[in-house]
């Protein structure tokens, strides 16, 4: 059965025509599975009881089930899922001052094979489907307003499991029906896609629908790019420069350029100094973001102080560059250490204490 997160307002309209019904029913259900968190088309009742009982019998509005709930000290909570073909998938809420964000996931596994990333170890399983990544801001949301939380859920980087621009035309959808004023209401240059660089697909969401871009470049140059990033074989640093350059720009909003700092490969004054020959004067900002060690991972992190020098160096240079916090390192939420299996979760010998939260 069809889930029926799955459409976008667009599509509900078609939908809702081919019911024989007005367009405005379609605005009503939009508003339902979005903003209103509903779970049961009964609930829906300013639709007319043969409509509910027609989308009922045709849709449906299930969630992956939550297998698990982990917060770690510094307050980041990673929420599990088990999909309906018992792939288990992770987002991360990370609390901020004023505000929560979401990083979620887009893909089981990922095929990009990074060096430096547990997903990326894994391989490749399957694209997420829209209702899928939809369905973990719909779970975050239910599970701060359960907690009577006040702050909002404001930002979300797509930068969990998978690379979204892989599930381009799921990913397009996700955003239209996360940024629609009638439904989620998120702002644009509050949707952040992290990328690894897919020059064609980079374009064609600068095209259909520009959302804030971060580019995973961790690399200023192709030779040392390569031994960390396949898909650098095929797509050069002058090319990402040049799409990021064409790159719409949300309310003069800048493209991220993350750049993974790795003891000895990357952190080195030579790239501190090619990174400004790369980006000076672009309406760019350089996170820098710690490396995560993992015994699987054959590279280290950087001491505090070399972070910093690198940092002083670009910022000397004039170029914008923060430092990413690690958040959720003791819960294995941080960057790059997504990698849910099945087998953790059935048999969680080694697990933390579990936790469930009620729906509603
Ligand atoms: N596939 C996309 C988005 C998901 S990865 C991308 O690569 O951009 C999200 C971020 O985590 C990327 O910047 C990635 O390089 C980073 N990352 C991966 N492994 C990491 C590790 N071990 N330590 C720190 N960051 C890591
Ligand atoms: Fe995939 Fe991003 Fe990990 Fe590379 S860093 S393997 S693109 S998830």
Redesign the pocket.
């Known amino acids: 059965m069809k889930n029926i997160r799955d459409f976008t307002l667009e599509e509900l309209e078609i939908l809702v025509k081919d019911l024989g019904e007005p367009p405005y029913r379609a605005h009503q259900i939009f508003h339902w599975i979005t903003c209103k968190g509903a779970q049961s088309f009964h609930e829906m009742t300013n639709l007319p009881n043969a409509l509910r009982k027609k989308l009922s019998e045709n849709f449906s509005l299930s969630l992956p089930e939550v297998l698990e709930i982990k917060e770690d000290l510094d307050g980041t909570i990673k929420l599990a899922f088990l999909l309906e073909d018992e792939e288990v998938i992770e987002s991360v809420i990370l609390p901020e001052r004023d505000h929560f964000t979401l990083c979620v996931s887009t893909q089981v596994g990922?095929a990009?094979?990074?060096k430096?990333?547990l997903?990326?170890k894994m391989g490749f399983k399957r694209n997420l489907k829209v209702f899928e990544i939809i369905s973990q801001v719909v779970w975050a949301k239910r599970f701060l307003k359960n907690r009577g939380e006040e702050l909002p859920l404001r930002n979300i980087v797509f930068m969990g499991?998978?690379?979204p621009l892989a599930n381009l035309r799921n990913l397009i959808k996700a955003l239209k029906i996360l940024a629609h004023p009638m439904g989620f209401n998120f702002s644009r240059k509050r949707l952040t896609v992290?990328t690894?660089g897919l020059i064609k697909e980079i374009e064609i969401l600068g095209r259909e629908f520009p959302v804030a871009l971060a580019v995973?470049l961790h690399a200023p140059t192709d030779e040392i790019r390569k031994t960390l990033?396949p898909i650098a074989y095929k797509y050069s640093i002058k090319e990402i420069l040049q799409v990021v350059k064409r790159f719409p720009r949300i309310k003069n909003g800048r493209t991220t350029i993350e750049y993974l700092l790795l003891k000895d490969l990357t952190d080195t004054s030579f790239c501190a100094e090619k990174l400004v020959e790369l980006f000076k004067g672009l309406p760019i900002k350089i996170n820098l973001i710690p490396f995560n060690p993992h015994p699987e991972l054959p590279f280290e992190r950087p001491s505090e102080k070399r972070m910093e020098e690198f940092q002083k160096f670009l910022l000397s240079h004039g170029i914008l560059t923060t430092i990413r916090k690690s958040k959720g390192l003791k819960i294995s939420a941080a960057c790059?250490h997504l990698r849910a299996e099945i087998q953790k979760y059935l048999f969680p010998n080694s697990m933390n204490k579990k936790t469930t939260i009620r729906t509603g």
């Open positions: 990922c990009m094979g990074c430096f990333c997903t990326g499991m998978g690379e992290s690894v995973s990033i790059g």
